[in-house]
């Protein structure tokens, strides 16, 4: 019987900076820039002693942390393991499996700690997963073993093309490893923004499936001075929602909109579609809402419409649901019911 693959998560920058470029060559790159090489270490304790000479003002707690993290990254971490990053610049998650060693090599002017990743699904929407799952994707660790809430057959079923349906029987652990300095769980610190944003997302996706996602487009798009006409449900030809300026609608810009409430991502298809229809309709303007996202090839090919087309993700039509949220109708805010609080950056609540 086979060894079940272990499962990091692995964070490209506190930005992003560097997912473009880890998608792009198959790699996992991780910070530590003051950190050197960790080629020969093969211990815990080794990495505890390099990241102390390097690191001499620290706190030994820090030290410990960063220690861990990096172990996890250079020395726990086998080839046929799974790496999830999840991404700043979409509302995606990428998947990948691990196909190399450690490596402490040249990316870009700088030395980096890296590893060898083959990005098996680079662009799964973050709603293919259950709140928990995200949840432990949401921890602010660089490095981390994800265990909890039967982690393991639940990702590896995702990145087969599935859809995490939950958790089961928690998976057995790989034995014979240091694992507390690594393991994500219940206690550690999360980006609190991101696990509201997934808490709403789900909702919305759960009230607003099929065309009722085109309706709520339809209100946000109505609540900032669209005047709008709406398909209704079935074969649409590539247009969900016709919108213009003025009292009847006549006026320019005229938008086009397709709505796809599907979790996969949306492919160059979908975009050359609506193209298509914003020439049939002498629209100067197209928006395209894809719930699970945009694959690469759309984004790159979109670049070239900057002005002209827009590609919302879940995160973008949340932002324009906050935006727009007092104007909205009645029967959507009892829908979607949201209220703004506002708190201190890095405080820490009790309970």
Not at 162 to 188: H, K, L, M, W
Not at 277 to 297: D, E, K, P, Y
Request: glycine share 8%.
């Amino acid at each position: 019987m086979s060894e079940q693959p272990k499962i990091y998560l692995a964070r490209a920058g506190r930005n992003g900076e560097d997912e473009d470029y880890c998608l792009e060559n198959g790699l996992a790159i991780i910070g530590f820039r003051d950190v050197p090489a960790l080629t020969a270490a093969r211990t815990y304790e080794d990495v505890q002693q390099v990241v102390r000479s390097a690191l001499p003002d620290e706190a030994p707690r820090a030290i410990g942390n960063y220690a861990g993290q990096l172990w996890a990254f250079a020395v726990a971490m086998k080839e046929g393991d799974v790496v999830v990053l999840p991404r700043k610049e979409t509302a995606q998650i990428a998947l990948g499996r691990v196909v190399g060693p450690y490596r402490f090599e040249k990316v870009g002017s700088e030395m980096r700690h890296t590893r060898k990743v083959d990005w098996i699904r680079p662009d799964v929407s973050r709603t293919s997963f259950q709140q928990d799952l995200l949840f432990s994707f949401g921890a602010f660790m660089t490095v981390c073993n994800i265990t909890r809430n039967d982690a393991v057959r639940r990702i590896l079923k995702v990145m087969d093309g599935g859809i995490d349906a939950g958790a089961g029987t928690v998976s057995d652990r790989r034995t014979g490893q240091q694992q507390a300095p690594v393991e994500e769980s219940a206690s550690d610190e999360r980006d609190l923004a991101q696990v509201l944003s997934d808490q709403i997302v789900a909702r919305i996706q759960s009230t607003f499936a099929g065309h009722d996602l085109a309706l709520l487009v339809d209100a946000v798009l109505k609540a900032d001075g669209w005047v709008t006409k709406v398909s209704k449900p079935g074969a649409d030809g590539g247009v969900d929602i016709l919108a213009g300026r003025g009292t009847l609608g006549l006026d320019a810009p005229r938008l086009v909109v397709q709505v796809k409430s599907q979790q996969a991502a949306c492919d160059v298809g979908v975009y050359r579609t609506l193209q298509g229809s914003m020439q049939t309709f002498h629209a100067t303007q197209g928006l395209i809402v894809c719930w699970g996202g945009f694959n690469r090839n759309v984004q790159a090919e979109s670049h070239q419409a900057h002005f002209t087309i827009r590609l919302w993700e879940s995160r973008d039509l949340v932002a324009a649901v906050f935006k727009n949220y007092e104007r909205l109708p009645e029967d959507i805010q009892a829908r979607l019911p949201l209220k703004q609080v506002w708190m201190l950056v890095g405080a820490r609540t009790t309970e």
